[in-house]
């Protein structure tokens, strides 16, 4: 069965970026322990990261279809290849996730973005959490659970991997009965 699952590598003061929405200093020694999604859903201001959105096609780490989330797609469709297809999503997040989960095909859906993923923890559409905490206090930037003040949200924790460089934590959401 196809899980949503959502995650990112924070500051261990938690920003997915720094000041200048960099991100450069997170990843320096990150080490992913995750399966290869069917599908991503990200949003705009993680495609915008690229400085070329034609090189997501030769050089974007999954080769999958990418679902970008946005209120405004972009006026050129980004170049394509036989396993990586771009759809723009002005639907809303539950959209993107169903189209998502149709074209994974059985495999996971990976939710990218700090805002994409606090948009699915609204909708309540997220199975698991994965986070990935990098030696590195940025002070200010983008923070990963902003304006979630109103949500309380169960976890159980899953696994975790330490190494010499990094924590990553994965999680199952629990969902809430209404």
Known sequence: MTKVYFGMIVSLDGFVNDRYGRIDKLYESYQPHYEFPGAVVMGRNSFDMASD?????????????????????????????????????????????????TAANGKDVLVLGANVSQQLLWANLADELQI????????????????????EIQLEKIRTYVDNHQVESWYKIIRKSN
């Open 132 to 151: 990935c905490f990098a030696p590195v206090l940025l002070g200010k930037g983008t923070r990963f659970f902003e304006h979630l003040e109103n949500l």
């Open 53 to 101: 959105p034609d090189g997501y096609a030769d050089h974007y780490e999954f080769q999958v279809p990418l679902f970008v989330l946005t209120h405004h797609p972009p006026e050129k469709q980004p170049k394509e290849n036989d396993k990586l297809t771009f759809t723009f999503v002005t639907e809303g997040i539950e959209s993107a996730i169903n189209q998502a989960k």
